[in-house]
Nanobody, 123 residues
């Protein structure tokens, strides 16, 4: 079982990145997928999540209107499109899988975690 997060990098404020979370070893369509981030010296924050049952999405207020999550079950991949990036978005971003989603931003809801990908927003 593996989740592979990729697509991070360095961008200027106002720029965009698209993160990918590729799943292997399990059926992605049975899991809700969440994106979390952890900035230096801070705790992990739930950013956005997409349910597997009805495609419902959940989004943190800090990224609402700028980030969009989507999933392609055929490709076993979930995406996080990040637009209008700000310096405060700088963090390591992780994807995680939940078999039975309750509260999307609660880390204990998730059973599988990816390794993280660094996003740096700086001028």
């Amino acid at each position: 079982v593996q989740l592979q997060a990729s697509g991070g990098g360095s961008v200027q404020p106002g720029g965009s990145l698209r993160l990918s979370c590729a799943a292997s070893g399990f059926s992605l369509d049975l899991y809700a997928i969440g994106w979390f981030r952890q900035a230096p010296g801070k705790g992990r924050e739930g950013v956005q999540c997409i349910d597997n049952k009805d495609g419902r999405t959940y989004v943190a207020a800090s990224v609402k209107g700028r980030f969009t999550i989507s999933r392609d079950n055929a490709k076993s991949t979930v995406y996080l499109q990040m637009n209008n990036l700000k310096p405060e978005d700088t963090a390591v971003y992780y994807c995680a899988a939940s078999r039975s989603l309750g509260i999307y931003y609660r880390e204990t809801e998730y059973v599988y975690w990816g390794q993280g990908t660094q996003v740096t927003v700086s001028s």
